[in-house]
Structure formats: C-alpha cells, structure tokens
Antibody, heavy 121, light 110 residues
Framework: EVQLVASGGGLVQPGGSLRLSCAVS????????MSWVRQAPGKGLEWVSI???????NYADSVKGRFTISRDNSKNTLYLQMNSLRADDTAVYYC???????????????WGQGTLVTVSS | QSALTQPASVSGSPGQSITISCTGT?????????VSWYQQHPGKAPKLMIY???KRPSGLSNRFSGSKSGNTASLTISGLQAEDEADYYC??????????FGGGTKLTVL
C-alpha cells in the first residue's frame, strides 16, 4: 500500500529554518518524481518544488534560493529544507507523488496528509 | 506565474450537472494538454480526479469528466451527489518544469 507521511512542521520565527520530511512506503522515493505543494490557511494550492527520479530539481519563483528539496534513498524519505522563512510561507505543506504512468509530469496520484508550518514572531 | 482563474463558487441540486471553468493563458493551459483536477474536502489532502485534460484515474466514477478549449479547461460533474460537495482545483503544466494551480472553486450541493 502506498503511503506518504509528512512531518516536521511547527512554529518558527521569521528568518528561521525548518526541515520537513515525507516518509514514503509502498514504493521507492527514487522511482517516482516527487513534489511539495503548499496551502496557506483558507487559500488555494501552490506548487513549491519537484525532484525528478534522476535527481534534477526545480522550484517555484517564490521559494527559489531559500528552499531545497532532497531525498534519502536509504530512509525512503523526501525532504524540504526551508531557510529564511517569511510570514507568507505559513501553510500546510503536502508531499505528493507523480505516477510512473504519467507521460509528462503534471499531476499527483498520492498525497501526504500535510504538515503545518507557521512563521510568526 | 499567476494562478489560473476559477469561479469562487458553484452550486447545484442532487442529480444535476455542473461545470467548473479554469482559465489560464497561452503559456500554460493553452500550450499543453497537461491539465489536472483535484477534489479537496475540508481538512483533507487533495484527491486526483482528472489528468491530461480528460483522463480519469482507475476506479473513479465516470460522473466526472474534463475538457479543454483554447486557454480554458473545464470539469463537469454529472448526477450531483451530496458527497461531491468540496473544493475543486485545476492545475496546469506551465513550462520550464513548473506547475500552476487555480484559486479553487467551492461546490455546494443544495
């Protein structure tokens, strides 16, 4: 059974750092492209970052240079390192999987339950 | 990258059909047949409903269908049921390995 379990959220001061984790099971984290998507309270979804199966990464302009996506094959876990956090980074962060059957990545078949990041003094 | 434009809310009675529009630009929706739709109930993670404009994931009801014309994609739900009440988001590939989501539409089943 495919599962994604996100963790690591919490309260952090502006300018601070936080690392989110997404432990996956039922598949290997390198066999699929993986992404982070966030949702500010009461707002819509926003794509944040992707890491391809081969390891290439990309980011939304709003987080480029501050966030880093990575993975640990031995732990079958996806990460999002978030630095220089701002109030507008406050959101629920979801990890999500791109299915291998997708002809071109643009959608996600499995999502984690989300972890809340609050940036406030 | 600006968010795709969706109506804030739509409503319909049980058994009726509704359509949610999603308007982008020639840089995203208009350039790629890579539009997906998600359903999200309060406090839950999004659920994939449509991908590649009109394809349904295995096991999903055929009451849900998708289409696209020019820069606008659409999600149609036929035979509305109470459990369809949720937020719906469109999403499009936007080039250069990026995605853009719509602002979301709240569906109310009257």
């Amino acid at each position: 059974e495919v599962q994604l379990v996100a963790s690591g959220g919490g309260l952090v001061q502006p300018g601070g750092s936080l690392r989110l984790s997404c432990a996956v099971s039922g598949f290997t984290v390198t066999s699929n492209h993986m992404s982070w998507v966030r949702q500010a309270p009461g707002k819509g979804l926003e794509w944040v970052s992707i890491i391809y199966g081969a390891g290439r990464t990309n980011y939304a302009d709003s987080v480029k240079g501050r966030f880093t996506i990575s993975r640990d094959n031995s732990k079958n876990t996806l990460y999002l390192q978030m630095n220089s956090l701002r109030a507008d980074d406050t959101a629920v962060y979801y990890c999500a999987r791109v299915p291998v059957y997708s002809s071109a990545w643009h959608f996600f078949d499995y999502w984690g339950q989300g972890t809340l990041v609050t940036v406030s003094s | 990258q600006s968010a795709l434009t969706q109506p804030a809310s739509v409503s319909g009675s049980p058994g009726q059909s509704i359509t949610i529009s999603c308007t982008g630009t020639s840089d995203d929706v208009g350039s790629y047949n890579l539009v997906s739709w998600y359903q999200q109930h309060p406090g839950k993670a999004p659920k994939l409903m449509i991908y590649e404009v009109s394809k349904r994931p295995s096991g999903l009801s055929n009451r849900f269908s998708g289409s696209k014309s020019g820069n606008t994609a659409s999600l149609t739900i036929s035979g509305l049921q109470a459990e369809d009440e949720a937020d719906y988001y469109c999403c499009s590939y936007a080039g250069s390995s990026t995605l853009v989501f719509g602002g979301g539409t709240k569906l109310t089943v009257l």
